[in-house]
């Protein structure tokens, strides 16, 4: 596996300095300029959704970056369901946008909402904001989720609630899996590769190579309560970090007896 360099080599930062980052900054603009002009007539949010998904494959191009799905057959096996991923960098929302190939609703945190074209964008479609320091707007925000799920809209979340610092999986929070309890739909565990490597937080310059999606088999939870959210927030994560422990080729002893924790209870 590619692993990003440091100090990054001169060649990297100026062009991410001259190239990349004014290309982004257009395609951005064009591409939230267009989608909230269509916003005021497309109230279904299906053409702003292919706005998103054009603007996510630019900006994954414009970072020299390519785009692996493995698993994609786990995409097609329920209508609705809740998408779960690991947070490693800036560069994963367009990765998602760019290899789901359906329409989604994103739980993305507030502070997102204010900044040009991007915010507007999430206003304007219909994303969910989340406030993970307020308990109570936070219940709200799931609420929307739950009932967006309920209408037959698949949901997509970051259960870490914030990008890690140094590529690790990070604690969850449970609100992936009081989403997929509450409306009894399948909870869809996804890890995302090389895209801390492409441009982990606090860095400005690109580091390009393979990007890889991988998405694991959908976690039933028909029947389940939300007193079990816990339990299945820890079954989501080992999840996860067996899609990651897989990619790289060894099954932790950690990742293992973690599995066996959670299916025993």
Known sequence: ??????????????RTNLIQTPALSIATGICGSMALLVSLVDKSGRV??????????????ISGSYVTVRGAEHLGKHPVAVYAANHTSYMDT???????????RILAKKELW???????????????PIDVENPRATLSSLNVGVRALRAGMPLFVFPE?????DGALQPFLSGAAYLAIRAQVPLVPIALEGVYDLLPIHTHHFYPGELTLRVGEP?????????QAEDLTAQLRAAIER???AAEG???AEVQERESAVRNN
């Open 219 to 227: 976690i039933e939870t028909k029947g389940m309560t939300v007193r």
């Open 114 to 128: 204010p900044i040009a074209f991007i915010g507007w964008y999430l206003n304007r479609s219909g994303q969910i």
């Open 161 to 165: 609630g914030g990008r890690t610092l």
């Open 94 to 104: 367009p990765v998602i946008f760019a290899s789901l190939p359906f329409q989604f």
């Open 1 to 14: 596996m590619r692993r990003r360099p440091h100090p990054m080599p001169r060649f990297y930062r100026w």
């Open 250 to 252: 060894a099954m932790p």
């Open 243 to 245: 899609l990651i422990a």
């Open 48 to 61: 702003q959704h292919r706005i998103a998904q054009v603007w996510a494959r630019l900006c994954v191009w």
